[in-house]
């Protein structure tokens, strides 16, 4: 819910050029803008750097600028922090969260973990900061089979918090993973009856599928990845239609970078337009704006935390 202050506050920007002053802030406060793929467009187009959990994790680590806005989600913003303590790190809506994140509470999955004391805890970069200091690796879509498949065979594994990528990840490399039994709130809502459906009106189209989706969207799939993999995908495939099942703010990238390429979202159930990630798209070019001119809301991590939670993305980063 916005406030009636910040119902004023949006209000009396109306008459601003919103992107020349983003551009005029960040200039003034030598701040870099990372922006995910799932952002409102005209933030992608505004951003320094565009891309996926691991792209901008190294953008974060290796940035020289003394303020970093992170255009994301909360547990984006915190690796950031966690990866860059003495920088000022900007999230334009506090209230962007993720369902992964919000899904697997510290406190819960400590106890989960108790009860495997043997099992290396490899977790997905979706989670809170509290989550990674509970684990021992942490991975993203893209590095986790590379990371997964580094540990000994006889060294047993618990993964959290996305049991979809999880299982897509058992089906992979053959290793058995002991599961927290989360899920992504767009991703799970695509239906394979409309996705088959859609796929009958366009045989030529090939389907892109993010491995968050379930089994039975990813067992229609033609490329499974990513979205960088996916966006990779699509530009080097010689195919010209693509059905994409995963949230619909990839397809600004995907559009920019192969314009004459056509590219469908996924369907939910009866055909729904339902790819959107509300968390994502809380972020607005007025909140941007905001949020650098009044230098908040900052994300800040207790130091101690902080320095638990380094160590696993560390040697995320070493592994990938």
């Avoid at 916005?2 to 701040?31: F, G, Y």
């Avoid at 697997?104 to 200091?133: Q, W």
């Avoid at 979202?265 to 729904?272: D, F, K, N």
Wanted: glycine share 4%; proline share 5%; charged share 20%.
């Amino acid at each position: 819910m916005i406030s009636p202050s910040q119902t004023d506050n949006l209000a009396s920007l109306a008459h601003l050029d919103l992107e020349k002053e983003i551009v005029a802030l960040k200039r003034e406060m030598n701040a870099v803008i990372l922006a995910h793929y799932y952002q409102e467009s005209e933030i992608q187009d505004l951003a320094d750097f565009v891309g996926d959990s691991l792209q901008l994790s190294q953008q974060a680590a290796a940035t020289q600028a003394d303020v970093i806005v992170f255009a994301g989600v909360l547990f984006m913003a915190e690796t950031a922090k966690i990866l860059n303590p003495t920088k000022l790190v900007l999230l334009p809506d506090l209230k962007a969260g993720c369902s992964l994140a919000d899904g697997c509470p510290a406190e819960l999955f400590k106890t989960f973990c108790a009860r495997y004391p043997d099992h290396l805890v490899i977790s997905y970069i979706n989670c809170s900061a509290e989550v990674k200091a509970l684990s021992d690796i942490i991975c993203t879509s893209s590095n986790a089979e590379k990371i997964i498949r580094q540990i000994p065979i006889s060294k047993p594994i618990l993964f959290a918090p996305d049991q979809h990528l999880g299982r897509y990840l058992i089906k992979k490399t053959g290793r058995e993973l002991r599961l927290w039994p989360g899920s992504c709130m767009v991703h799970e809502l695509f239906s394979e009856k409309s996705l088959v459906q859609l796929r009958q009106r366009h045989p030529q189209a090939l389907v892109l599928a993010h491995p968050e989706c379930t089994e039975a969207i990813l067992r229609h799939a033609d490329y499974i990845g990513s979205t960088t993999g996916i966006l990779n995908y699509a530009t080097h495939s010689p195919a010209t239609e693509f059905i994409v099942a995963t949230e619909s703010g990839i397809l600004h990238q995907m559009k920019k970078t192969c314009p004459d390429k056509i590219f469908i979202s996924a369907p939910g159930e009866g055909g729904c337009s339902c790819s959107e990630c509300p968390h994502m798209k809380l972020n607005t070019m007025e909140k941007l704006y905001l949020c650098m001119r009044d230098r908040k809301p900052e994300i800040t991590v207790e130091e101690g935390l902080r320095q638990r939670a380094l160590q696993p993305i560390i040697r995320m980063l070493e592994m990938s």
